[in-house]
């Protein structure tokens, strides 16, 4: 039972670090044997991290159905045994590829709830891509209220990125330059960096309560501490 754990586990861990390496396809077979195994031995916290690993997988890949449908078994399983962390993996990559086949409005509603649950919980990884989520829907508004939306959100996810335990892999990188060079064209530099700093100067609880559309009382709040 516990070899048979470990061969999982092995498989799970190396399809990751095959992924972070770009060899996509090396990935997706490792993961899925891993999953097979976890679920041979009934490895509910395994089979459910692996099951989110796929969903990455597919993800980067730009099948976003597919990643969609694992990500929403990975959220299932996971919530079923209380696995808190991969919960929250698979709820932000939810509203990613909502986002990624422009169902914006179910995109922002699984990245307001991921953000309210993470920052609960200490999720660090999960809260602050739901923050660079919003950032990207904001400048997607195609008005300037929005572009400056996601500049103060950005720039209050770049602040909580120090907090984060590992750096990012080469593709969660790609995805980050992606969103910023997107969004900075959206405003002139001076207005950019203005609204940057604002976000980076947020808490974290300010942060959250930004993202939740409580923009106003984080105002009212910093005012009366003056």
């Known amino acids: 039972m516990r070899r048979a754990w470990g061969a ?10 095959g992924l972070g390496l770009a060899n996509v396809p090396r990935a997706h077979a490792l993961v899925e044997e891993g999953l097979r195994r976890y679920l041979a031995v009934g490895e509910e916290f395994g089979a ?10 597919a993800y ?20 079923k045994i209380e696995y808190k962390r991969v919960e929250g993996y ?8 909502s986002l990624r086949v422009g169902n914006y409005e179910q995109a922002r509603d699984l990245l307001r709830d991921e953000i309210m649950g993470a920052h609960e919980l ?13 950032g990207l829907l904001g400048s997607l508004q195609g008005t300037e ?7 103060l959100l950005l720039g209050a996810a770049d602040a909580l ?17 992606s969103v910023l060079s997107y969004a900075r064209a959206k405003l002139s530099e001076e207005t950019w960096n203005a609204a940057w700093t604002q976000g980076s100067a947020m808490s974290p609880a300010e942060a959250a309560m930004f993202a939740l ?14």
């Open 8 to 17: 999982a586990a092995a498989c799970k861990d190396l399809g990751g670090c």
């Open 48 to 57: 459910a991290s692996a099951q989110a690993g796929l969903g990455n997988i």
């Open 60 to 79: 980067r890949r730009g099948e976003y159905e597919t990643a969609r449908l694992l990500f929403e078994e990975s959220l299932q399983m996971s919530r």
């Open 90 to 97: 698979a709820q932000v990559m939810s509203g990613w590829t």
């Open 122 to 134: 200490g999720r660090v990884f999960s809260f602050y891509w739901g923050l660079v989520g919003l």
């Open 145 to 151: 209220r929005g572009a400056k939306l996601a500049a």
């Open 161 to 177: 990125r120090a907090n984060m335990p590992v750096q990012l892999s080469p593709a969660y990188q790609a995805e980050l330059d």
């Open 213 to 226: 559309g409580h923009g106003a009382g984080v105002q009212r709040a910093r005012q009366a501490k003056r």
